[in-house]
C-alpha cells in the first residue's frame, strides 16, 4: 500500500496513470452492456457513402515483457497455442466478412500490432496473411503497417514481411544504450537493431519507422543527445517518440506500490517535454518535419500515416484479435481481453466483445477534435462541414484559455500548436471533453 501520509509528489512529477489519450469517450464509459449496440451497427449497411475501412490485427506475444508494457501480451505461448490464435482471428474475420456492415467492403489500411507481430515465423504470416486476403482482399489497400522488435527479425521473415505488401515496417528501438534496454526488460539489445535495420533497409520498403521512448527508467541527459545522433545516423523516413508513462497495470507500478513510492522513478514531464523538443529540433535542422505531438517525417508529401488520419477522421475500423478496439459506424468496443475468453467466444460463433459505447453526434464530433488537436493543426472548416457546427465558438472558452497560455494560436480560422502546446496536446485536450467525461489529468 502507498503511504498517504507521505509529501505530496511535485505537480510535473511522473506518477501513475494513463496520459496519453487515444480515444473519446473515455474507456471507463464503455461497458458490456452496450454490447448488443455493436451488432446493431454491423446489421445493416452505412446509408449513402461508407467512410474508408482499417483492419488492425493484434498479435498478442512478446519474447519478454517490457517493464513499462501495459498491453495485453504473452511471453509464454508455445508453436500450437500461437497457430490456434491465428485460426480464432481467422474466424472472426470470417465472420465479421460477411455482415452487411462490411460484406463488399475493401480496406484501405491494415496495421499488424501487438505486442510483436514480427515474433510469428514467416510461415505463419505467409499463412495468416493469405487466409486474411481471401476473406477480404486487400486490393484497396494503401497502407500496410506492420510493428517490429529488432531482435526477432532475419532475412526470410523479412523478406515475408515485404512480400505479403507491407508498406511501413516500424521498428521499435526506444533507446540505444544496451543498458538502458536491459533496466527497461527490453528483449533487444543495439547490436540486433543494427542488423536488422541494414536488412530492412536493403529490402526496399516504401517507409521505415523508428520509435524512441523519451524518459525510460535511468534514461540520462547525455544518452537522450545520443539517441537523437544515433536516429539520425541511421535516416528513417519518419521518427516517432513517445513521452514516458507509468499507467497502473505496469510493472514499474507494481515495483512503485511495493515501495511505497507515489512518483515513478523516471525523468518528471518537464523533462520528457524538453527531451522530445531537442529532438524535433534537431530532426527538423537535418530536414524532417513536425507532424503531430510524437511523429517527425522525412519527406511530408510521400510519408503518409493513413491509419492515423484515417481513424482521426472518424473511419471504421475492424480489429481482430484479443483485447482489440474496433470502429463500427459510430460504435466502439474492445474484444475480451484473455486470450482463453476470446478463442471460446469465437468458437462458439460469438462476436468476441468485452466493452462498448455507442457515441452521439457530440461526442464523435469531440473525439475528431481531439484527436486532430494531435496533428498540431485543425481547420475549422472541416468540422463546419462535415458536422455543422464552428468549433472556434463551440469550444472559445479552454481555446482562449490554452491561448493565453502560449499553447497555441488562431490562425486563418485554424487551431495552430505551438510547439510547447504539441508537447503536452494530451494533456490539453481534457478541457474539450463533456462535462460527465471528465476524469483525473495526471501531469
Ligand atoms: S515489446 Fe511492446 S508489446 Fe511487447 S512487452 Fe514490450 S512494450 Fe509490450
Same mark, same amino acid.
Given at each position: 500500500m502507498s503511504d498517504t501520509t507521505a509529501t505530496p509528489p511535485p505537480s510535473h512529477a511522473t506518477r501513475a496513470g494513463n496520459y496519453f489519450i487515444s480515444n473519446y469517450p473515455p474507456f471507463s464509459f464503455w461497458s458490456e452492456e452496450n454490447a448488443a449496440a455493436v451488432e446493431e451497427a454491423y446489421a445493416t449497411p452505412h446509408a449513402g457513402t461508407p467512410p474508408a475501412l482499417g483492419l488492425y490485427h493484434h498479435i498478442p506475444f512478446c519474447r519478454k515483457r517490457c517493464h513499462f508494457c501495459y498491453f495485453r501480451v504473452y511471453t509464454d505461448k508455445n508453436a500450437d497455442q500461437i497457430k490456434h490464435y491465428l485460426d480464432s482471428t481467422i474466424r472472426e474475420l470470417e465472420m465479421m466478412a460477411r455482415k452487411p456492415l462490411i460484406a463488399g467492403r475493401r480496406p484501405h489500411f491494415i496495421y499488424f500490432g501487438g505486442g510483436t507481430p514480427s515474433y510469428l515465423s514467416a510461415t505463419q504470416l505467409v499463412d495468416l496473411t493469405d487466409k486474411m486476403k481471401a476473406l477480404l482482399p486487400w486490393d484497396a489497400a494503401e497502407e500496410v503497417a506492420f510493428e517490429c522488435e529488432p531482435g526477432t527479425l532475419n532475412p526470410g521473415k523479412l523478406t515475408a514481411i515485404?512480400?505479403?505488401? =507491407? %508498406?511501413? &515496417?516500424?521498428?521499435?528501438? #526506444?533507446? *540505444? !544504450? !544496451?543498458?538502458?534496454?536491459?533496466?527497461?526488460?527490453?528483449?533487444?539489445?543495439?547490436?540486433? =537493431?543494427?542488423?536488422?535495420?541494414?536488412?530492412? @533497409?536493403? #529490402?526496399? *520498403?516504401?517507409?521505415v519507422n523508428i520509435d524512441l521512448i523519451a524518459g525510460m527508467l535511468e534514461?540520462?541527459?547525455? $544518452? +537522450?543527445?545520443? $539517441?537523437?545522433?544515433?536516429?539520425?545516423?541511421?535516416?528513417?523516413?519518419? =521518427? %516517432?517518440?513517445?513521452?514516458?508513462?507509468?499507467?497502473? $497495470?505496469?510493472?514499474?507500478?507494481? !515495483?512503485?506500490?511495493?515501495?511505497? /513510492? &507515489?512518483?515513478?522513478?523516471?525523468?518528471? +514531464?518537464?523533462?520528457?517535454? @524538453?527531451?522530445?523538443?531537442?529532438? *524535433?529540433?534537431? &530532426?527538423?535542422? $537535418?530536414?524532417?518535419?513536425?507532424? /503531430?505531438?510524437? %511523429?517527425a517525417v522525412k519527406n511530408p508529401e510521400s510519408t503518409k500515416f493513413l491509419y492515423r488520419d484515417s481513424l482521426w477522421g472518424g473511419a471504421d475500423l475492424l480489429g481482430l484479435g484479443v483485447a482489440? *478496439?474496433?470502429?463500427?459506424?459510430?460504435v466502439h468496443y474492445q474484444n475480451l481481453t484473455e486470450i482463453e475468453d476470446y478463442d471460446a467466444a469465437i468458437a462458439a460463433g460469438r462476436m468476441p466483445i468485452k466493452r462498448a459505447l455507442k457515441t452521439t453526434e457530440e461526442e464523435r464530433m469531440i473525439r475528431e477534435f481531439i484527436l486532430q488537436m494531435k496533428l498540431g493543426r485543425v481547420k475549422a472548416a472541416y468540422f463546419r462541414d462535415k458536422f455543422g457546427i464552428d468549433v472556434l465558438e463551440r469550444f472559445a472558452a479552454p481555446l482562449a484559455q490554452i491561448q493565453s497560455e502560449g499553447l497555441l494560436n488562431i490562425e486563418d480560422s485554424a487551431i495552430v500548436l505551438t510547439r510547447d502546446g504539441l508537447l503536452c496536446v494530451d494533456n490539453l485536450l481534457h478541457d474539450f471533453f463533456l462535462p460527465h467525461h471528465h476524469t483525473d489529468k495526471i501531469v
Open positions: 515485404k512480400d505479403i505488401g =507491407v %508498406t511501413r &515496417l516500424s521498428l521499435g528501438i #526506444e533507446n *540505444f !544504450d !544496451d543498458r538502458i534496454l536491459e533496466i527497461n526488460g527490453r528483449a533487444h539489445r543495439t547490436k540486433e =537493431v543494427y542488423r536488422a535495420y541494414e536488412r530492412i @533497409r536493403a #529490402e526496399g *520498403f516504401e517507409q534514461e540520462t541527459e547525455d $544518452n +537522450w543527445q545520443v $539517441n537523437i545522433a544515433k536516429t539520425l545516423e541511421l535516416a528513417p523516413d519518419s =521518427v %516517432t517518440i513517445y513521452q514516458m508513462e507509468v499507467p497502473y $497495470n505496469t510493472g514499474i507500478y507494481k !515495483d512503485m506500490k511495493a515501495s511505497g /513510492s &507515489l512518483v515513478a522513478p523516471i525523468a518528471d +514531464w518537464e523533462t520528457k517535454r @524538453r527531451w522530445v523538443k531537442e529532438a *524535433f529540433a534537431e &530532426l527538423e535542422a $537535418n530536414g524532417y518535419t513536425i507532424s /503531430s505531438g510524437y %511523429t482489440s *478496439f474496433s470502429h463500427a459506424k459510430g
